[in-house]
């Protein structure tokens, strides 16, 4: 601020701030690394309390599975009107209009009563056939991953303290124990994301010495995507690199046995080209 200072000035910069750091979409990798989510989707949908499992809560129960499923499809939305239409198409598409209607306003009905007993500061509101969720500033472990991850990649990929935090938020594939056709998209989306981003810390532990560090993580990463040649070149590198050659032939080997018994295919010509180099260099005969 400028001198002299006016209190009218000084009142107005200090709603300002006030108002950025209320507003979880203002945050920095910092505070979305360290913010709850109020719902969590990967893996499964999860409603909780204050952005914890409230000790003795009893589980967020749906009446039916297709007013969840269309709380999910509201929720991927992030507070964007949806048609009705497209509600109707992706949620009761083998129904008759009338029917999926009926279907329609039965499951928001049921939402709402369930957000009047847990979370009353969420709406579902409707305007002009089209509905939305107003969460009220509240926050999803989806949003906090895929802003995180954004602004680490803007950043320059720095900072893995923080970013060790956000991939903590990945429990498992988007919505992935519901099986919902429209989020399909949106889970290969976050997988790739995720699977970028953990690859990206385990080249950066392999360039900085932290080699055993890098293998952990990336055998971790192997168990996700057993079929990735990427994983099983950075694997067989940071065998190399720790002088372990027997593990790397058996990785290897293990790969190879994974995508012929259960793809019928072979290792991509560069992750064999890698093998042959290292057996060639420094693995016994």
């Not at 979409?25 to 949908?45: H, I, N, T, W």
């Not at 497209?86 to 999926?100: F, M, S, V």
């Not at 002009?128 to 969720?133: A, G, V």
Request: proline fraction near 4%; glycine fraction near 4%; charge should be neutral.
């Amino acid at each position: 601020m400028l001198k002299p200072v006016h209190a009218r000035r000084l009142s107005k910069t200090l709603d300002r701030i006030a108002a950025t750091l209320a507003d979880p979409r203002s945050s920095s990798l910092g505070v979305a690394a360290e913010q709850s989510p109020k719902v969590r989707c990967f893996q499964k949908l999860e409603i909780l309390e204050d952005g914890q499992e409230a000790v003795g809560a009893k589980p967020f129960k749906w009446r039916t599975l297709k007013s969840q499923e269309l709380f999910s499809f509201l929720l991927q939305h992030e507070g964007e009107w949806v048609s009705k239409e497209q509600l109707l198409d992706a949620l009761w598409p083998e129904y008759h209009l009338d029917k999926a209607v009926v279907h329609l306003h039965t499951s928001i009905y049921q939402i709402r009563k369930a957000l009047k007993e847990r979370m009353q500061d969420t709406k579902l509101e409707y305007n002009l056939d089209r509905y939305r969720l107003n969460c009220n500033g509240w926050i999803t472990d989806v949003e906090l991953f895929e802003r995180g991850i954004s602004e680490w990649a803007a950043s320059g990929s720095g900072g893995t303290p923080r970013i060790e935090s956000l991939l903590a938020l990945y429990r498992g594939n988007y919505l992935e124990e519901h099986d919902y056709p429209w989020a399909y998209a949106k889970r290969e989306k976050l997988r790739n994301m995720y699977l970028a981003c953990a690859s990206e810390l385990a080249r950066e532990e392999l360039r900085s010495g932290r080699t055993r560090q890098s293998v952990q993580r990336l055998l971790n990463l192997q168990q996700r995507e057993p079929y990735s040649d990427d994983i099983c070149g950075l694997l067989l590198t940071a065998y190399a690199q720790l002088g372990d050659y027997t593990a790397a032939q058996k990785h290897y080997e293990s790969f190879v046995r994974i995508l012929e018994d259960e793809l019928g295919i072979e290792p991509q010509q560069v992750t064999h080209q890698l093998y042959v180099q290292l057996k060639t260099q420094t693995l016994p005969a």
